[in-house]
Every structure is written in structure tokens, then in C-alpha cells.
């Protein structure tokens, strides 16, 4: 099989995850892969794995939505992709029309994964979708928020998100990260994602200084980067607190930053399923989350607790875990037992590859024999 994975960038989001995991089980069977995406971080994990790349212009104007569209239709040329696996709602369209433009009369199916967007905008975030064969949501709340946005329900299903499982904290990373982070023996409560308005990160600090209040040991790690970065440090030092969180902005070895902790705590608007959420079951380390979809189905399994949109409910559920450590060991070791039952990236690729082989027999069989070496793109 001859896979394309489209996504707006390789930085450090979990779509861009999910795209990583996805390239790596698909070499792994031999399928040969494709990325087209603006380059990121994260390309560091695809170097090697072998797998061709090609940049995708930021389609922010209509000038470079037809640029990106454009380089998408030569590389659908050149590789013949039997199948082409869309992240998200603007590069779905963009992948649809580089389809059309590069095997006109003939185009290789689509698959489009949905991995969120704000509310208010689901409805258009479905219309758009409508341009693929089949989409994949991660999970159940975002796929009635398609069909609710007219999106049919026969198209839509749900394969959840997966991650590898977590390597062992051992004493040396534990010391590294604790010098690095300049962190000391109180409880250590992890936030990772970028520094941007779905996250509502001050929303947390607000929580944390509430913690602060009452046991000023409590250290908040906010692991991440983005365009509020500077009105939440000025946040932080206008609640008193700036001595008690930590900013580190992107870091490589964030699931590390997780498995120190002694919660991952998300106070975000909305989430999909968020990877940091997933690495922490693995670890075994508790969330405590604002309810959204996503967080909310996972959370309902007993892997941690989701509270109300306000500071006051986030940071007594966060003092309440801080005084029963007995209860953060069993929230810990349910998490454990999700992520090897319907957590794991094996487990998200094995679903991803039956899609992939049932749209390909839809479309009537492999493209393979037409395909060129796609190894120069």
C-alpha cells in the first residue's frame, strides 16, 4: 500500500502525533508513506523512518491555498498514493482538490480525521468535511457534533486516539527534569499544550493560586508554547504565584514532564483527545480536566475527574488529589489498564489500516502497479 498522511505542520500537537504514529506502523508492514506538511519538530521522528516528505505552503490567503494546492496535486502525480489520510478540517479540502488536479478522472480515496475545532464553528468544520470518503473522528463527542452539523452518520465513525507506551521514569531523568525545572519536593502538577485561547490557561492559574492559598509546596509546570505566552507569565506574577509555576515552553521530553508529575491538569475550552491525556494514563499519572468532549468520555472511566469551567472547581479538585495520594494510585493504575486496552498506538493503527484497506476495495483495488518511486519528493 502506498499511503499519504496530510497534516498543516510536523510541530507538536497531537495530530501531528497521531501522523507520526501512523508513518511508523505503516513502514513497519512495508507500505510505503508519504507526508506532506510545513516542516516541524516533529520531522526529527520521521528522518528515521525513511519516509518521503514534502512542505505544504500555509494556506492562510487564497494565493497560498492554491500554491498548496498545487504542490499537493504534483506529489499526488508523482507518488499515486492508493489512499490519502487527511488531519483536520483545512487541509481535508486542500487534499481533496491536489487529488483531483493530480489523477484527474481517478482519484485515490480520502480519509479525513477530526480531531476538533471550537463549537461554534462545528457546522462549517462539517460542510468542509463532506469533501472526503470517510472521516474518522477521535472520539464519540466530536462525532455527534458532525452529525448534528449535518454531517451523515453512515461517514462518520470514531478511532480513538493511541500512544506508545511509557518508558520507565528511572532516578536519572527524575533528578534531570527536577534540576532543569529547578523543581523542588512538594507535589508537581503538569499542563501541556500550546499557550493559546482553546487551553484557557489562565483559566488554571487562577486554579493555582487557589492551591497556592492553601499549600504553597504545590508546583505547576505549564509545558508548551504559543501567543499568550507573555500575557500568562504577567498573569501569574499580577496573582503572586510566578515562584510557583513553572513555564518551559516546548519541550522534547514532555511525556517525561508527565510521567514526573503527580497530575496532568487541563482547564481548556474544548479538546478533542488530547495525546498529553493519553501519555498520562500510560504513565500512570491522574488528570484532572474541565469537562469537554473527549476528556470527558475519558475521564468517565475513572482515570481522573472532570470538574466545572471555573477556577474554584479546578483547583479544589486538585487540592482534594494533593491530600489523598491512596487515590491518585488507583486513579493512576486505572489509567494504566485503559491505555493497554483501547489506548495504544498499535491499537489506533491497526483500525487506521482496516479503513485504509476497505476504501481502497471500495475504489475498486491497489494503485500500486501505477505508482513511481516517491523516494525524490
Sequence with gaps: MRLMLVVSEMGVGGAERVVVELARAAVDR??????????????????????????????RTSRALARATLSGARLVRRFRPDVIHSHNVRVTAIARAAAHLGVPGGRPPLLATYHGVPADEAGRAARVLRAADSVVCVSEGLRRELIAGGLPGSRVTVVENGVPPASPLGDGVRERIDRELGLGPGPVIAAVGRLAPQKAHSRLLEAAALVHAERTDVQFVIVGDGPLRADLEAHAARLGI???????????????IIARADMLAFSSDWEGLSIAALEALAAGVPIVSTEVAGTRELLATGAGVAVEHDPRSLGRAILDLIRDPERRVLLGQRGRALHEERFSSRAMADCYIRIYHD???????????????GSNL
Excluded at 508513506?33 to 494556506?59: K, S
Excluded at 510566578?242 to 517525561?256: I, K, M
Excluded at 475498486?364 to 518511486?373: E, N, Q, V
Design 242 to 256: 510566578e515562584q510557583a509555576v513553572r513555564f518551559t515552553g516546548v519541550r522534547d521530553d514532555a511525556p517525561q
Design 359 to 373: 476504501l481502497i476495495e471500495r475504489r475498486g483495488g491497489s494503485r500500486s502497479s501505477l505508482a513511481t518511486d
Design 30 to 59: 512495508g507500505d510505503a508513506v508519504t507526508v506532506l506538511a510545513d516542516p516541524g519538530r516533529l520531522d526529527r521522528e520521521l528522518e528515521p523512518l525513511g519516509v518521503a516528505r514534502a512542505p505544504l505552503a500555509r494556506a
